[in-house]
């Protein structure tokens, strides 16, 4: 079963506005990660975050996670047309498999 | 190589009939995983190698799914008799550990009619 929900479902931004997206999950975790899936195509890592870090950064991505609440939020900032696609968190929760959630669908409007 | 390869790209099977997909993972990663992925949305973990060895398989359907990962020869997940809800995309992914990033490959696409 799916350890991780995301919200929203489908979001529709403008190019250069920024897009966020959050992943609540139900168990403790080792680290929360997060992919990328362009359509027909296989899932790109994006960003790992540890159960002891609360924020983390790469290029226009800023990922934080809040290990009370169970929640992540990545930030896309500045998006681009090619930032069009369907962004998935998943969970480490020290069962050497990641759980994922379903996942939430930017659509970048140029 | 440096990318996940996975053949073939699309597979179509009568229902009954056996599926084979193979998965190379990148040179020197030692974990494979594969995942089912159904109508693009929900990820679903079916097993796991250390090499040659099943790391974890709880998520496999073990009436009529397997899978190898022998050495010197791609990983290989087997479906026999398939069902039309075997339908969905086949990820093979591969890390140099169980707890990092894994690397996916652009998946198997398998109908069953």
């Known amino acids: 079963s799916q350890q991780g929900e995301e919200d929203p479902q489908a979001l529709s931004i403008q190019e250069g506005e920024n897009a966020t997206m959050n992943c609540s999950y139900k168990?403790?975790?080792?680290?929360l990660q997060w992919y990328r899936q362009n359509s027909g195509r296989g899932l790109v890592h994006l960003i790992l975050?540890?159960?002891?870090?609360r924020e983390k950064h790469s290029g226009r991505l800023r990922v934080t996670l809040d290990t009370s609440k169970k929640s992540s939020s990545l930030l896309i900032t500045a998006s681009r047309a090619a930032d069009t696609a369907s962004y998935f968190c998943?969970?480490?929760?020290?069962?050497?498999?990641?759980?994922f959630g379903a996942g939430t669908t930017v659509t970048v409007r140029a | 190589g440096e990318e996940v390869a996975q053949t073939p790209k699309h597979l179509v099977r009568g229902e009954g009939q056996k599926a084979k997909l193979y998965c190379a993972p990148i040179?020197?990663?030692?974990?494979v995983f594969w995942y089912q992925q159904v109508l693009k949305n929900e990820f679903k973990f079916l097993i796991s190698?250390?090499?040659?060895?099943?790391?974890?398989e709880t998520g496999m359907p073990k009436e009529r799914f397997s899978a190898k990962c022998l050495p010197n020869s791609p990983c290989s997940l087997e479906i026999q008799a398939t069902k039309l809800e075997d339908s969905a995309v086949y990820f093979c992914?591969?890390?140099?550990?169980?707890?990092?990033?894994?690397?996916f490959g652009p998946g198997t696409r398998l109908t069953v009619t």
């Open positions: 190698f250390q090499n040659e060895n099943v790391f974890d």
């Open positions: 998943a969970t480490d929760a020290g069962d050497y498999k990641l759980s």
């Open positions: 992914a591969s890390s140099q550990s169980p707890l990092g990033e894994q690397y």
């Open positions: 168990t403790s975790i080792n680290n």
């Open positions: 975050i540890r159960s002891n870090e």
């Open positions: 040179k020197g990663h030692s974990y």
